[in-house]
């Protein structure tokens, strides 16, 4: 198969963005991931599989839906047009039967080559910001065959390429996707594997290997984000025990970001009607973000945010 044939699942594509890589970008969403932050806030990202959402806050019942539905997966309860997520099969057809408009299907099925037309409708803001492209997600190590396909044709037309990745994988595809890669935004989200696990489902012992091997062996540029969760990881220790790890470990490091949590995701898990899936939690005061910037600038790294 040819590189601009490879097939995989998308669930956006954002033009000019300027918070993930250098200059203006394009930022493609991947499908899947294999991590299950509680703080999740792209959960339609999760699942590789297109997926159906649902505004049901402005739903009035008119059962539209529901006779549209082949699989009869939709049944109006108390007074909403709820799905049978075991039932539906996200083939799209209540969509169009919505008059409200309240239903879409989230991800689709793209060819690399029909991402690098889409993002070089871009070229000019990449080349007069040193911008380019970075493919996010979900995780782009859950499609990692597409992933590289879609690099490489970005660096073949000159593209500046970036990932964003929590680097849970094989090393061996996450090597896929390095060699077409200029940068990369990498996720961490506590530096014990104990803690980690019971944030994100799994431990990080992966995760920071091929962190180091990243940066040690194949030299890529690094900046490292920290989603920043009150009660989970907004720790003084945490914070120099990442502190101790990037200035041993990450040689290419530019720079750690700390990411304060923000509720959106949580709308999101409404419309994909996951019941008790709530994530109870307040965004963190400035004053305390910014507490912990200086202890990782007390602790020898001068480059944070």
């Known amino acids: 198969m040819k590189t601009e044939e490879k097939t995989g699942i998308v669930f956006?594509?954002?033009?000019?963005?300027?918070h993930d890589g250098p200059g203006i970008r394009t930022n493609v969403f991947l499908k899947g991931c294999p991590l299950r932050c509680r703080w999740c806030q792209n959960p339609e990202s999760q699942s590789v599989r297109p997926q159906l959402m649902v505004r049901l806050d402005s739903c009035t019942g008119c059962g539209a839906c529901a006779a549209a539905c082949p699989k009869?997966?939709?049944?109006?309860r108390e007074g909403k047009a709820h799905t049978n997520r075991q039932l539906c099969a996200a083939c799209g057809a209540c969509v169009p039967?919505?008059?409200?408009?309240?239903?879409?299907?989230?991800?689709?099925?793209?060819?690399?080559?029909?991402?690098?037309?889409?993002?070089l409708q871009d070229k000019l803001f990449y080349e007069t910001s040193g911008g380019g492209v970075t493919l996010t997600g979900g995780e782009v190590l859950a499609q990692p065959d597409f992933a590289a396909a879609v690099l490489r044709l970005c660096k073949e037309n000159g593209l500046h390429t970036a990932i964003e990745t929590c680097g849970f994988g094989p090393w061996e595809e996450l090597e896929k996707i390095l060699a077409y890669t200029d940068l990369a935004l990498y996720d961490v989200k506590h530096t014990d594997p104990v803690r980690h696990k019971e944030g994100t489902g799994v431990e990080n012992t992966r995760i920071l290997e091929n962190l180091a091997r990243l940066s040690?062996?194949?030299?890529?540029?690094?900046?490292?984000?920290?989603?920043?969760i009150p009660g989970f990881n907004d720790t003084e220790?945490?914070?120099?025990?990442?502190?101790?790890?990037?200035?041993?470990?990450l040689p290419t490091c530019q720079e750690v970001n700390l990411l304060p949590y923000h509720k959106l995701g949580e709308g999101k898990k409404e419309q994909l009607e996951r019941e008790n899936a709530a994530?109870?939690?307040?965004?963190?005061?400035p004053w305390a973000v910014e507490a912990l910037l200086q202890v990782l600038r007390d602790c020898g790294i001068p480059q944070v945010s």
């Open 12 to 18: 956006d594509i954002q033009h000019y963005s300027i």
């Open 279 to 285: 994530f109870d939690c307040e965004p963190p005061e």
């Open 216 to 228: 040690g062996e194949r030299h890529i540029p690094v900046v490292v984000r920290v989603p920043l």
């Open 72 to 76: 009869g997966a939709v049944e109006i």
């Open 97 to 119: 039967a919505c008059p409200a408009e309240l239903r879409e299907i989230t991800g689709s099925t793209m060819t690399a080559g029909e991402v690098l037309e889409n993002v």
């Open 237 to 249: 220790e945490n914070m120099r025990r990442m502190a101790a790890f990037i200035l041993e470990k």
